[in-house]
């Protein structure tokens, strides 16, 4: 099984000298003499000044055999700018989903870092794989020092923590809309508003947004990279409606945890806060909502009925939420 750790200081060396092995492999060929001279001289002067990486300016993860190194990324000099500088994977080991692995890697990190483009500038071997990543070309194919290569650039989406079986943090990352490993799971929440006269605050989904355009739900997302379950909740009421939440009036009613048809698996929290408003202390989020309003419990199951509300397939627990706080009223 291949493991993806951040280099360490007796990973360096090695891993260099792989991406020097594997550029003269299969790059090299294509290059002019002084591009392949260039690149050994880049590598030993790395190979020199490890405190590049021990410092953490630059990034390096490694992809792992037991303890052999079988692929490398590196980044450029994080305090200036996101850019993946080489990504080179054993010639035994290709077509093996490690390139993909330690690319997803490296995106979340720099995205992390608060990177939201990231760039690299691919030799024609690795053109179609980048394509297939989602990076686009942002200029033609240039030649530069004996080297063939083509500007390209990409934006990730939002990062996720990955959590075990047990909702702990595993210290993964993941990118929404990427494949996550099996036994992954990442946060969700649905933040549900009671204003303690039987009435619950709703909002429409945009008719732009994908999934649902036009239906009423209650705000939800997925919790950040960093996030609680709490803090994703204010957050999201706060990005989607503009309300402020007050945290000492939330409760988390359920956890429960989901399988898509896809496979993939994830942690549901719902959440009820205590909060009364005025509609136009609302502000909508441009390509999320629309449209807010005050439904009783009746009008909600009205509307799941109607096929306008997602019903007990997304909101399993909303019965018993909702006799809970009736109860209480």
């Known amino acids: 099984m ?8 007796n990973d360096i060396n090695p891993a260099l000298d792989l991406a020097l092995r594997i550029f003269m492999e299969y790059e090299a060929p294509e290059y002019e ?26 990034l390096m993860f490694v992809a792992l055999d037991n303890d052999k190194i079988v692929g490398i990324i590196e980044s450029r000099d994080i305090s200036s700018i996101g850019h993946i500088a080489m990504l080179f994977v054993d010639g035994e080991y290709h077509r093996k989903g490690i390139a993909t692995e330690l690319t ?3 995106v979340c990190e720099l995205k992390l870092c608060g990177f939201d483009k990231i760039t690299v500038n691919s030799s024609p071997y690795g053109l179609s794989f980048y394509r297939n990543f989602g990076f686009t070309p942002t200029e033609t194919e ?23 079986e047990h909702g702990n943090k595993t210290g993964h990352y993941a990118e929404r809309g990427r494949k996550m490993a099996n036994g992954d799971y990442h946060l ?45 909740a204010l957050r999201e009421t706060k990005e989607e409606l503009g309300l402020e939440l007050d945290p000492t009036k ?6 429960i945890s989901k399988l898509g048809n896809d496979g993939h698996t994830w942690f549901q929290d719902a959440w009820v806060f205590e909060h009364d408003c005025l509609l136009g202390d609302v502000r909508f989020q441009e390509g999320e909502t629309c449209d807010v309003m005050w439904a009783t419990v009746d ?7 109607e096929g306008i509300f997602p019903d007990n397939e997304v909101y399993p627990y909303f019965d018993a939420m909702v006799e809970k706080w009736r109860a209480a009223e």
């Not at 939330?250 to 956890?255: D, K, P, S």
């Open 250 to 255: 939330g409760t988390m009613f359920c956890r």
């Open 142 to 164: 240039q030649k530069k020092d004996g080297f063939i290569f083509t500007p390209m650039a990409y934006e990730p989406n939002e990062i996720w923590d990955v959590l075990d």
């Open 2 to 9: 291949i493991a993806y750790r951040k280099a360490t200081a």
């Open 33 to 58: 003499p002084e591009g392949a001279i260039n690149f050994h001289t880049q590598i030993e002067d790395k190979k020199a000044n490890p405190d590049m990486y021990l410092m953490s300016k630059r």
């Open 104 to 106: 997803n890697k490296m």
């Open 188 to 232: 969700v929440v649905h933040v549900w508003k009671h204003n303690g006269k039987g009435e619950w605050l709703i909002d429409r989904r945009s008719p732009n947004k994908d999934g649902w355009s036009g239906w009423w739900e209650t705000t939800g997302g997925s919790a950040l990279a960093g996030d609680d379950s709490l803090t994703a």
């Open 299 to 305: 009008k909600i199951r009205k509307m799941m009925a």
